[in-house]
C-alpha cells in the first residue's frame, strides 16, 4: 500500500531583504522549556512556556560572525535536517574561554537554541514538532586562531549540531531573558 500523499502547498516568493547571517543566540537547558506552541493555522512557535523563574541566555554577536545552515538528507520518505550553526565567540581571550567553556559545559546533554537571523526571524533549534526535545543542540567543534598577521583578527570559531527530521521552525514568541 502506498503511503499517503500530503498536497504541495503554493509558494510565493516575497520581495524583501534577505540578508544573511545572523546577530544573536538564545540557550537554554531542554528540562527548562515546558513547551513550543504552533500557532492557529501556521507552522510557526507562537508560545513558548518556561516554568517560573527560567530563561534564555542571550549571547549577541558582531555583524557576519554567526550563521546557520540547515542540510536535508533523506530517501524514500525518510528525512534527515542536520542543522549547523557556526559562530566567532571574538578572539582568544578569557572572556572567550569563559563563554566556550560555558557552552561546552552545558551541551553535554544538549540545549534548546534560538537563532536570530539578520532579517530577525527567531529559528527554533533542537526542539521540534515531531521529536520534541530528543534532539537538543550539541556543541561539535571548537578551533581557536590567534593569526599572524596585525591586520588580522584572532577568533575562536565553535560549531554546535543538532539533526531533526523537519526543518527548524521559526518562532514569532517574546524569548524571556534574566
Not at 522549556?33 to 510557526?44: D, K, P, R
Not at 560572525?65 to 550553526?85: C, D, M, S, Y
Request: glycine letters at 10%; aromatic letters at 8%; proline letters at 3%.
Amino acid at each position: 500500500m502506498a503511503a499517503a500523499q500530503t498536497a504541495l502547498a503554493a509558494y510565493t516568493k516575497l520581495c524583501t531583504g534577505n540578508n544573511g547571517g545572523g546577530n544573536k543566540l538564545y540557550f537554554m537547558l531542554p528540562e527548562n522549556l515546558t513547551s513550543m506552541t504552533l500557532g492557529t493555522g501556521v507552522q510557526s512557535y507562537d508560545t513558548i512556556t518556561l516554568p517560573t523563574g527560567k530563561f534564555f541566555y542571550e549571547f549577541l554577536f558582531e555583524e557576519y560572525t554567526i550563521g546557520l545552515t540547515p542540510v536535508l538528507e533523506g530517501a524514500k520518505g525518510a528525512q534527515k535536517w542536520t542543522n549547523t550553526l557556526m559562530f566567532d565567540l571574538g578572539g582568544l581571550s578569557d572572556t572567550e574561554r569563559t563563554g566556550i567553556m560555558s557552552l561546552i559545559d552545558n551541551s553535554a546533554c544538549g540545549l534548546i537554541g534560538v537563532f536570530v537571523d539578520n532579517n530577525d526571524v527567531q529559528w527554533v533549534l533542537g526542539y521540534d514538532e515531531k521529536d520534541a526535545k530528543l534532539h537538543p543542540l550539541n556543541v561539535t567543534s571548537g578551533a581557536g586562531d590567534s593569526k599572524k598577521d596585525l591586520l588580522e583578527a584572532s577568533e575562536m570559531i565553535v560549531t554546535m549540531v543538532s539533526v531533526s527530521r523537519e526543518h527548524p521552525r521559526v518562532t514569532t514568541a517574546t524569548i524571556v531573558t534574566s
